[in-house]
């Protein structure tokens, strides 16, 4: 049944013009909802320092999000993007002890292996995209197998261990501001002022994390191309009928495969932030979970693992409602155990919504 | 007069089941071939052939008397063949004008370097299409799955007629319409031939087929049993074609 007549035929509100745009973003109402809720019950949740920190400490999966929101929309599903994520971590941490060992510098350190790691990226995403078109392989299938590979090779790289001894720099540029201010007295840019004492730097109101402008670019840059390109009409026309974009003459393969590498090439990206951010290289099992929040983040953005529907936006909304859910619960003193329920409410919550309202896009 | 397309001797197995059995037929320019036979006769696979979505297992196209190279759809509609499928084959998440211009999108410059869909134009397009088939839409923003059946129709027939095909192929064309979007359709389809469209029409209704078809061929099983001018026939002995009574009419 259609959905907006299903609506229409017996729900009253939700039949009506604003229930429609309340339904089809309920997504982003409940966050505003929830800001203001924890503000009222959270000390210090209603803060540029708590708000700058989800944001910050969301980078990874927010990158990660974006890469479900093109490989869902197109009906399928990538399970690897934490793994491929860590062993990117991993690989970039091995590069660097090793090019550093070899006497280059830091910074060329630096670069070459962001350079290598990103480019080996693309191939978890390649190989992903060839099993699931050239053999047809359901995506769930194709990518656990990758999610296997990707966390094996991590192990053997890092033997199970944080890989440290890498340069100072990264850490610091992975965590800087773009402002460093004294009320009254003094800005600088990038870091705190040269003169001014470590353990006083909490006197200082930090603003903008250098995190923040980078992800706002990835995120404007890949919600463009999916709205308004060429690549992004192809990959909804793919979600929304596989026959009809194949008769349109849309090379469909292709397609799947460049959505697939797109995806491990933004699990890259987030790998070598996260070297950024930890000034290590990290493996952890945990990795597991960064595919399964990217993906309920990305539903509680209001896409359908049917294919066909979902934004780039949407799911940014559906990362910081999962994110402040857990901070403000946290924040607000309750119990852990609560918070997992929560999420998981809220998760089929979202997916009830969106059998409701298919027409959104 | 030559043929605008030809097939030789095509065939297609799935498996065991030979779905199309070494058919031959041929299209003129400005003509309308019906292709008729029960259900699981073969049709749509043969036209799914011509129109580049299966390989055939034997056999050749020719187009314009010259042999063609028809491996995917895209071939076929850079060959100026048309499809209008049975399952009429729309994205339904998006809107009008995005599927009558899906794979060709028309695309404009922004901020002077970024290529980016124009969806304005193609639905200013799509909305062009749809008045010279006097077919009304009450809002091109809407995607496909809020329309009805007929109005889907509309638009995949408006889709093909959009590209200035040589042929087009319409399979079932009117099995989901009201008696007058019907009527728009067979009118369409003689508007079309005068314009030296080649039309090759697949229908269960008789009487589209003798309301605008010039000539008919009729598939059983696969093979093709009979081909009729339609002038020169009548519906009893083309319904003996094709549940293959031999009481009617004679094999040719
Ligand atoms: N992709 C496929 N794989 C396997 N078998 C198929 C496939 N497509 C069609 N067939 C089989 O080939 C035969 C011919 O099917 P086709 O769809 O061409 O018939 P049709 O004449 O169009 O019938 P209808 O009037 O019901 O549309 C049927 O037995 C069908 O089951
Ligand atoms: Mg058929």
Redesign the pocket.
């Known amino acids: 049944m259609n959905g907006e007549s299903a609506a229409r035929d017996g729900k009253g509100f939700l039949g009506t013009r604003a229930g429609q745009a309340l339904a089809t973003n309920w997504a982003a109402f409940f966050l505003v909802l929830m800001l203001i809720t924890f503000s009222l019950t959270g000390r210090n949740f209603l803060s540029i320092v708590n708000f700058q920190n989800v944001v910050h400490l969301q980078t990874v999966p927010l990158l990660l999000a974006i890469a479900e929101t093109f490989v869902i929309i197109t009906g399928g599903i990538d399970l690897s993007v934490g793994f491929v994520m860590g062993l990117a971590s991993v690989g970039a941490a091995k590069l660097m002890q090793l090019f550093l060992a070899s006497g280059l510098t830091p910074g060329l350190s630096i670069a070459l292996s962001m350079l290598i790691v990103l480019a080996g990226s693309l191939v978890p995403g390649l190989v992903n995209g060839i099993v699931i078109t050239k053999f047809k392989v359901p995506p769930f299938i194709a990518t656990m197998g990758m999610f296997g590979i990707a966390n094996g090779l991590a192990l053997r790289i890092s033997q199970g261990y944080p890989m440290i001894g890498l340069p100072d720099v990264l850490p610091k540029i992975g965590n800087s501001y773009l402002l460093y201010v004294r009320p009254g007295d003094f800005v600088s840019f990038f870091a705190k002022p040269e003169n001014f004492p470590d353990n006083r730097v909490r006197e200082l109101l930090r603003l903008i994390p250098l995190s923040l402008p980078f992800i706002l670019i990835v995120i404007a840059a890949l919600a463009f191309t999916l709205r308004r390109g060429r690549f992004g009409r192809h990959t909804y026309a793919l979600g929304g009928s596989m026959d009809a974009s194949i008769r349109s003459g849309i090379a469909v393969d292709a397609h799947l495969v460049k959505v697939y590498v797109l995806s491990s090439a933004l699990a890259g990206l987030a790998g070598l932030f996260n070297i950024f951010q930890t000034g290590i290289g990290n493996y952890t099992t945990f990795n597991a979970q960064y595919e399964f929040f990217a993906v309920a983040a990305v539903v509680v953005g209001g896409a359908s693992l049917a294919g066909g529907k979902g934004r780039i936006w949407s799911s940014v909304v559906g990362v910081l409602v999962l994110a402040f859910l857990e901070n403000g619960l946290a924040i607000s003193g309750v119990k852990p155990f609560y918070r997992y329920i929560a999420v998981g409410v809220l998760l089929v919550v979202a997916v009830v919504i969106d059998k409701l309202f298919p027409d959104m896009r | 007069m030559d043929y605008l397309l030809e097939t030789r001797n095509i065939t297609k197995r799935?498996?065991g089941?030979t779905?199309?059995d070494r058919v031959s037929i041929g299209l003129r320019a400005g003509e309308a071939l019906a292709v008729l036979?029960?259900?699981?006769?073969?049709?749509?696979?043969?036209i799914k052939i011509i129109s580049g979505v299966h390989k055939p297992d034997e056999g050749e196209i020719f187009i314009g008397g010259k042999p063609a190279r028809i491996d995917s759809p895209m071939d076929a509609l850079a060959a100026g063949i048309e499809t209008i499928y049975?399952d009429l084959a729309l994205a339904e998440n998006l809107d009008v004008g995005a599927n009558i211009f899906l794979g060709r999108e028309r695309m404009k410059r922004s901020l002077g370097i970024l290529k980016v869909l124009d969806d304005q134009a193609m639905r200013e397009e799509a909305q062009k299409v749809l008045d010279r088939l006097d077919i009304h839409i009450p809002s091109l923003k809407k995607t496909i799955r809020t329309l009805s059946g007929g109005q889907r129709q509309a638009v995949a027939i408006s889709r093909s007629i959009y590209w200035d095909a040589k042929v087009l192929i319409m399979?079932?064309p009117t099995a989901a319409l009201g008696v007058a979007e019907q009527k728009k359709v067979l009118n369409l389809v003689r508007t079309l031939k005068d314009q030296g469209i080649g039309i090759i029409i697949?229908s269960?209704q008789m009487y589209d087929v003798f309301e605008v078809a010039d000539r008919l061929a009729v598939?059983r099983r696969?093979v093709l049993v009979g081909e009729r001018i339609v002038k020169e026939t009548n519906p009893d002995e083309v319904v003996g074609l094709i549940v293959g009574s031999e009481t009617v009419g004679k094999e040719r």
């Open positions: 799935f498996g089941l779905a199309v036979g029960d259900n699981g006769a073969g049709k749509s696979t043969l049975q399979d079932e697949i269960h598939m696969g």
